[in-house]
């Protein structure tokens, strides 16, 4: 309504103006698309299991690669499972895991670039040097190292993916704690004696909170992918249970025929990848005005 | 070879004529204006000062002379006027060409204003050559007139090298050089030389006068020093909250001001000259017990040489006494080594030789050597409150918490106490639940000096508390500093590059020079008859309210 005012008035005052204005409006619709997609695999991610149909590992049809119909919406696999029942339910595995090993990568990470901030500088450069050592391994060879070492399980899957990105996390949560800690606050707060645990979590991390949850977001989307493509290669989730991504590499054969059993789980994990980029990408935009 | 440049005048006249600017807060906000019927019109050639206090929209203006807005901001109604040229009609071509070529900025910050990667040749000369106004090398020659015409040393060759080899003045004057190269219709000098020192403040206002003067330039000059402008304008204007208080010649504002607000200004502006009000009870506290004594006190970093000192020394062989409910103002020019002592004291940076005792005890160079006391009696005021206020809590989180950690008080005592320290600094209750980001500048450093006083201390170290301020809200800290000094007997530690706020705080004045005290005594016989040369000459830098100031001294720049 207010919009409605400024135009006219700025019609009306001064025709001539350019409208320099006009990149603000590029930001709600970037903001609505990334919250209804993630919204819409976070809601099926919850809920999925009760409004499956049928259970995952029930054969219920004896046609592979069927066409959808009204029985099985998005038609069936190459076993003759119903499509939509499993990916209602192994959304949830894709999106749980890829959630808990992003939050687990950030919490480490910011603890010790929280720490590295605070400390002598001896501890932050041998902290740095580790970390550094991991993040120069090619994220795809060290899980797929992990998984060959030690087995396939679901923890085990966390393990890998947070051993991949919490060095990257804690890169990011260093270079802010650090830019905070030179601020005349903290020099504060160490006079008047506060031990370095208080001016970490009482000084430093809530300004530092905001960026670090960005970066949080978009670990969850790489991580997303990477598990998704350790699935694809056979060494992520194991059956009788699936996630999106080992429900593409099963029904990989159904591609020539366009089967939706293969379209439907990659079309899955590319819009949660995409919709979680979108939503960050808003609110990340958002914090900086 | 100056001549040739000097000779040709290029200003153009400048109509403004209700002038409006908004901004919108938020989204969905109504729209507030910033700047609202700003009118006023300079002859070419003339120079005309916008003055006023933070947030009184000069730098709106300014912009808005160039047909840019900040984000979340609009240029609303009005015309401005440039020769023939109507500035806020033109299309963004347009402007692009005029910005840079017809209209030249100068802004507050050279040193944020160069790329530091680049030599300072290849900017100064970027402008013009973008425009296709002149071939390279023509460019570099007329740059280099140019920097012999702002006595910049070694005109030839000071192109040749980066931002960082170069001081402040001098980069502040290579800015210039770039504002000039294209021979601007208009300069906007937005407060060049705030961030200077007094010494380097007077040889770039010099230069900068001088240069206006013989080419004719039309220019706006933007600052809150009324001092300042009365050396370099025609004529002043006088904003407050985005509005004209006040537009005249520069001796109708000095010698017979119109408006309440203007005087209040040049009240705030004219240097003390009689002493404050309190002066009397310095007397008896001169008489009180020895608070902190420093001996010999050696402050350095950087690897320890073979003489068992570091290799660069900022603090040599320093010696003073502050007594219970004294002030000693430590004055000089930045890289003195002041705040480098304020650390020292404070425990933030070890010193590595001298002895430095608080209440005849030793006070240990490290803050994890000093006990609870310690912390208490020794509180620290900084110079930026912004960042000294951690902008994540509430006002009540940050005052609550030296009460939490120094005594035992109950939630309603602790309540009681904070209602009564924001009495002492004169806020309102209800800054109590806003986070720091939205109080403005004076109302942070209230707040910074509440939460020193709420460990009830005997030692403030006030490190440039009132550098970041406007005159007239820095006057009243002053005058808020010395009144808690009467209520409430603490001691200050008083740092500061600026003589007149240090006479009005402080009882011994300590003049730092490269690390050395070069002068040490009683405040006011120190400034009225100072001993060493180089106090004589911070003395005669200050700029004094008369328009004759700067051309009767006689600091030949170099």
Redesign the interface.
């Known amino acids: 309504m207010s919009t409605n005012n400024a135009s006219s008035s700025r019609a009306s005052d001064a025709p001539a103006f350019p409208p320099w204005r006009s990149r603000l409006a590029h930001t709600p619709a970037k903001l609505w698309v990334g919250l209804s997609l993630f919204g819409f695999w976070l809601f099926i991610a919850v809920f999925g299991a009760w409004l499956a149909p049928h259970g995952m590992g029930a054969m219920v049809s004896n046609q592979v690669f069927a066409s959808p119909s009204l029985a099985f919406p998005l038609g069936t696999d190459h076993l003759g499972r119903d499509v939509l029942s499993r990916m209602l339910i192994a959304t949830r595995y894709t999106v749980a895991m890829a959630l808990a090993a992003a939050v687990l990568s950030s919490a480490i990470g910011a603890t010790f670039g929280l720490t590295a901030a605070l400390v002598p500088r001896f501890v932050d450069i041998g902290i740095s040097q580790i970390m550094d050592a991991l993040i120069s391994i090619p994220s795809k060879m060290m899980a797929l190292l992990i998984v060959a070492v030690f087995g396939s399980s679901i923890p085990l899957l966390i393990v890998a993916a947070v051993a991949t990105y919490a060095p990257g996390a804690y890169r990011i949560a260093r270079s802010l704690a650090m830019n905070q800690a030179a601020m005349e606050y903290v020099a504060i707060a160490r006079c008047r004696g506060e031990s370095r645990v208080h001016i970490a979590l009482v000084e430093l991390l809530p300004n530092i909170f905001g960026p670090v949850l960005t970066d949080m977001g978009m670990r969850f989307v790489f991580i997303v992918l990477l598990l998704s493509a350790l699935s694809f290669l056979g060494l992520g989730i194991q059956p009788p249970i699936a996630d999106l991504g080992s429900m593409v590499r099963e029904n990989i054969s159904g591609l020539n025929q366009g089967s939706l059993a293969v379209l439907a789980p990659a079309i899955g994990i590319g819009t949660l990848t995409v919709g979680a980029n979108l939503l960050i990408d808003a609110l990340s935009s958002k914090h900086d005005d | 070879m100056t001549e040739s440049i000097s000779a040709s005048r290029f200003g153009e006249s400048l109509t403004v004529s209700g002038l409006r600017v908004v901004a919108?807060p938020y989204?969905?906000?109504?729209?507030t204006p910033i700047v609202d019927d700003i009118t006023f019109s300079l002859p070419a050639g003339e120079v005309l000062a916008l003055i006023g206090e933070t947030g009184s929209g000069k730098s709106t203006i300014a912009l808005a002379l160039m047909g840019h807005?900040r984000r979340g901001c609009?240029?609303?109604?009005g015309r401005i006027m440039l020769g023939e040229i109507s500035v806020?009609?033109a299309?963004?071509r347009t402007l692009r060409g005029l910005r840079g070529d017809r209209i030249a900025y100068i802004a507050q910050s050279a040193t944020a204003a160069f790329n530091p990667a680049k030599t300072l040749m290849a900017q100064v000369i970027e402008g013009v050559v973008i425009h296709g106004q002149m071939s390279r090398s023509k460019a570099r020659d007329k740059a280099r007139a140019l920097f012999a015409e702002l006595m910049l040393p070694d005109p030839e060759h000071i192109g040749d090298r980066y931002p960082h080899e170069v001081s402040g003045g001098q980069l502040q004057r290579a800015m210039a050089a770039m504002a000039l190269i294209s021979d601007p219709a208009l300069i906007i000098l937005d407060e060049p030389t705030t961030a200077l020192d007094v010494t380097t403040q007077i040889e770039v206002l010099q230069t900068f006068k001088r240069v206006v003067r013989e080419r004719g330039a039309t220019a706006v000059y933007v600052s809150h020093d009324l001092a300042v402008v009365a050396q370099v304008a025609d004529h002043v204007l006088v904003l407050n909250q985005g509005r004209v208080c006040e537009l005249a010649t520069v001796d109708q504002i000095i010698h017979a001001p119109a408006d309440d607000y203007t005087r209040r200004l040049m009240e705030a502006a004219r240097p003390t000259t009689d002493k404050p009000a309190d002066r009397d009870t310095t007397d008896s506290a001169s008489h009180g017990e020895e608070l902190l004594r420093i001996d010999h006190l050696h402050v350095g970093y950087g690897p320890l040489g073979e003489d068992g000192r570091p290799a660069h020394t900022v603090l040599e062989n320093l010696s003073l006494q502050l007594n219970t409910g004294r002030a000693l103002g430590v004055i000089g020019e930045s890289g003195s080594g002041k705040s480098t002592m304020a650390?020292a004291i404070?425990?933030?940076v070890p010193p590595h030789n001298g002895g430095v005792s608080f209440k005849r005890r030793e006070l240990p160079y490290a803050?994890s050597g000093?006990d609870?006391q310690q912390?208490r009696d020794?509180?620290?005021v900084?110079q930026?409150a912004d960042?000294?206020?951690?902008?994540?809590?509430s006002v009540r989180r940050i005052l609550e918490?030296?009460l939490q950690?120094y005594f035992d008080y109950t939630r309603d005592e602790r309540h009681a106490r904070v209602r009564e320290l924001l009495d002492l600094v004169h806020l309102p209750s209800r800054v109590l639940s806003v986070r720091p980001g939205a109080l403005s500048g004076g109302q942070k450093q209230r707040v910074n000096l509440a939460?020193a006083l709420a460990?009830e201390p005997s030692l403030i170290i006030c490190d440039e508390v009132t550098s970041a301020l406007d005159t007239v809200v820095s006057e009243a800290i002053l005058n808020l500093l010395n009144d808690l000094r009467r209520e409430l007997g603490v001691a200050y530690l008083f740092i500061s590059h600026d003589i007149s706020t240090v006479r009005r705080v402080c009882d011994d004045l300590m003049v730092l020079r490269a690390g050395r005290c070069v002068e040490y005594g009683a405040c006011p016989t120190t400034i009225d008859a100072p001993q060493h040369a180089y106090t004589r000459q911070l003395i005669a830098s200050i700029p004094e309210l008369r328009t004759d100031w700067l051309d009767r001294q006689d600091f030949s720049s170099g």
């Open positions: 919108r989204r969905g906000a109504p729209e807005a609009r240029l609303a109604d806020l009609e299309s963004e650390h404070a425990g933030l803050l000093r609870q912390f020794i509180q620290m900084f930026s960042n000294a206020l951690n902008a994540a809590h918490r030296p950690r939460r460990a």
